[in-house]
């Protein structure tokens, strides 16, 4: 089952590596928005969406750039 995953980046942050796991485990947008909209007003800022299949992370694909 797809979750989804939010990550944000808190106020006066600016390295994307720094993220910060707010939401974890939403099956739907809705929820996104919900906690999206509470975590600006705690000051987060610079969202990103991801999504967790349930599957262990394969690293021999890894691709590097």
Avoid: C, Q, W
Avoid at 25 to 47: D, N, P, Q, Y
Wanted: aromatic share 10%; net charge neutral.
């Amino acid at each position: 089952m797809r979750e989804l995953l939010l990550y944000g980046l808190e106020k006066g942050e600016s390295r994307d590596y720094m993220e910060t796991l707010l939401l974890s485990g939403a099956k739907t947008m809705a929820g996104i928005e919900r906690v999206t909209k509470l975590a600006t007003e705690a000051g987060f800022h610079s969202f990103r969406v991801g999504s967790y299949n349930g599957e262990a992370p394969n690293f021999a694909k890894a691709v590097n750039v």
